[in-house]
C-alpha cells in the first residue's frame, strides 16, 4: 500500500483555484507537507503543517496557498488560490515518521521520510 496518495492537480488559467489533497490512509505521522518541482528547477518547499497545526509557507505562496489537514479523514490538503503560471510543477505531498518525534516544522527534505507519487498543476495565461 502507498503510503501516501496525492490527488487535485489538473489545468487551470491563471488567476484560478485548486485543491490539492493527500490521503495517507491509516498511517501516523508527524510533520507534513507539500513540496513542488517546477520545470528545470530544483525541489522546493511551498507549505508544511505540524501536529499541532503550525505552519510555514513559502514566501512565493504566502496569501495565496493554505495547508490544512482532516486529522478524522488523515487526508492533507492544499488550497491554492490565485495561481499564477510560476506555480506550475509537479507537487508532492511528504510526511514525517513517528520517530523522529516533535520537532520544528521545516522544509528540509532530508526530514522527510514518505513521499507521494506528485500530482501535476499546470497554471496557462
Known amino acids: 500500500q502507498v503510503p501516501l496518495v496525492e490527488s487535485g492537480g489538473g489545468s487551470v488559467q491563471a488567476g484560478g483555484s485548486l485543491r490539492l489533497s493527500c490521503a495517507a490512509g491509516?498511517?501516523?505521522?508527524?510533520?507534513m507537507g507539500w513540496f513542488r518541482r517546477a520545470p528545470g528547477k530544483e525541489r522546493e518547499g511551498v507549505a508544511a503543517?505540524?501536529?499541532?497545526?503550525?505552519?510555514i509557507s513559502a514566501d512565493s505562496v504566502k496569501g495565496r496557498f493554505t495547508i490544512s489537514k482532516d486529522t478524522a479523514k488523515n487526508i492533507l490538503y492544499l488550497q491554492m488560490d490565485s495561481l499564477k503560471t510560476e506555480d506550475t510543477g509537479m507537487y508532492y505531498c511528504?510526511?514525517?515518521?513517528?520517530?523522529?518525534?516533535?520537532?520544528?516544522?521545516?522544509?528540509?527534505?532530508?526530514?522527510?521520510?514518505?513521499w507521494g507519487q506528485g500530482t501535476q498543476v499546470t497554471v496557462s495565461s
Open positions: 511528504a510526511a514525517q515518521a513517528l520517530w523522529r518525534g516533535r520537532n520544528i516544522v521545516s522544509f528540509n527534505v532530508h526530514e522527510y521520510d514518505y
Open positions: 491509516r498511517y501516523t505521522y508527524n510533520n
Open positions: 503543517i505540524d501536529n499541532f497545526d503550525r505552519t
